[in-house]
């Protein structure tokens, strides 16, 4: 219990402050955030098949013309430490190394969000660091794009989808599975950089597009997490600006 209250400690002196309604990024399981996408995801561990999917999303506060990509940070915390088995992915040697994927598929049954990128955008997961914020933690790095020829003239008070994370169910029950599946997790859709062509031009937004808990999700009811902001499912820390090639440059 004191490592745990400790880890929170030094991860609350890095928090930031919560973003004012408007302006910021929405995270949901399902749908987009005012497409009434669920907060909270509930699984009884108890099958190897099936994918669950959350959809991110982004407001502006006004309107941003030529916008060619989406630089996108993304932190979890297990309320268990160190961080369960089951979220170990990407990484060479990791226990679901193939169970976490991006893509860019828009559900056309949308009706409050628009697809920014118009069916344009290709990209995906650059980096998964495990114990990034401290042993309970994970980090995604992302950068999505469309082509030179398709640069993007964005609305500000619209929100747009941007991505869609899939989270596969592969070895949570039964012979070889992956220790961790029922334990509370926390993911926080830190940051989205929208890029442009003018460096000076590009948008960084973190923090609640809805002013609450918008860019948030719980896994299992999130119980007991501590997570960049304080205790229980918060708000995380905006990230350094980094370039759109320091970015590119996790792909090789």
Request: aromatic share 8%.
């Amino acid at each position: 219990m004191k490592k745990v209250t400790l880890l929170c400690g030094i991860l609350l002196a890095l928090s930031a402050t919560v973003a004012a309604a408007g302006p910021g990024v929405g995270l949901r399981w399902t749908a987009c955030l005012s497409d009434g996408g669920a907060i909270n995801r509930t699984f009884a561990c108890n099958s190897n098949s099936g994918t669950n999917l959350l959809v991110g999303t982004f407001e502006m506060g006004a309107d941003l013309p030529q916008v060619s990509g989406n630089e996108v940070v993304i932190d979890l915390a297990s309320a268990s430490n160190p961080l369960p088995m089951w979220w170990a992915f990407k990484n060479t040697g990791t226990c679901r190394a193939t169970s976490l994927a991006m893509n860019f598929t828009y559900n056309a049954a949308a009706v409050n969000c628009a697809d920014w990128a118009q069916a344009q955008s290709a990209g995906g997961i650059g980096a998964y660091n495990i114990g990034a914020r401290g042993p309970n933690t994970a980090r995604i790095v992302a950068a999505i794009a469309v082509p030179s020829t398709a640069l993007m003239d964005l609305l500000g008070a619209q929100e747009y989808f941007s991505f869609n994370l899939t989270i596969n169910n592969l070895k949570s029950v039964g012979t070889g599975s992956c220790a961790g599946c029922a334990d509370p997790v926390c993911i926080v859709f830190n940051s989205i950089n929208l890029t442009t062509p003018i460096l000076a031009n590009n948008v960084k937004l973190s923090g609640p597009s809805n002013g609450t808990d918008g860019n948030y999700c719980t896994w299992q009811g999130g119980g007991g997490v501590s997570t960049p902001g304080g205790s229980g499912c918060p708000q995380a820390t905006p990230t350094r600006n980094a370039t759109w090639g320091q970015v590119k440059s996790l792909y090789h």
